[in-house]
Nanobody, 121 residues
Framework: QVQLVESGGGLVQAGGSLRLSCAASGSIFAINAMAWYRQAPGKRRELVASVTSRDSTQYADSVKGRFTISRDNAKNTVYLQMNNLKPGDTAVYYC???????????????WGQGTLVTVST
């Protein structure tokens, strides 16, 4: 079974930093784009950052200059380095990836279970 497992969330004061990780595990043939989304209470899920298989990145305007997305293809892992965090960044962060499984050679749109990031004032 192919799945995404996230880690790295927690409580941090405004101005602090956190690093999220998301590792894909299972019988994987290839991974296409990987991304981080977030959903704050009472709000819709929004795209935070994404990275293609060729390391092309894009960011939401609200996080540009503060967050950095990167990937380690050897580890099937995507990271989100979050600096200068603000209370408005408080949300559940979800990892998303397009994964081609090896056994049936089919593409899957996978989501992680979510990790809570809380930024206090």
């Amino acid at each position: 079974q192919v799945q995404l497992v996230e880690s790295g969330g927690g409580l941090v004061q405004a101005g602090g930093s956190l690093r999220l990780s998301c590792a894909a595990s299972g019988s994987i043939f290839a991974i296409n784009a990987m991304a981080w989304y977030r959903q704050a209470p009472g709000k819709r899920r929004e795209l935070v950052a994404s990275v293609t298989s060729r390391d092309s990145t894009q960011y939401a305007d609200s996080v540009k200059g503060r967050f950095t997305i990167s990937r380690d293809n050897a580890k099937n892992t995507v990271y989100l380095q979050m600096n200068n965090l603000k209370p408005g960044d408080t949300a559940v962060y979800y990892c998303n990836a397009g994964v081609r499984e090896r056994l049936l050679s089919r593409w899957l749109d996978l989501w992680g279970q979510g990790t809570l990031v809380t930024v206090s004032t």
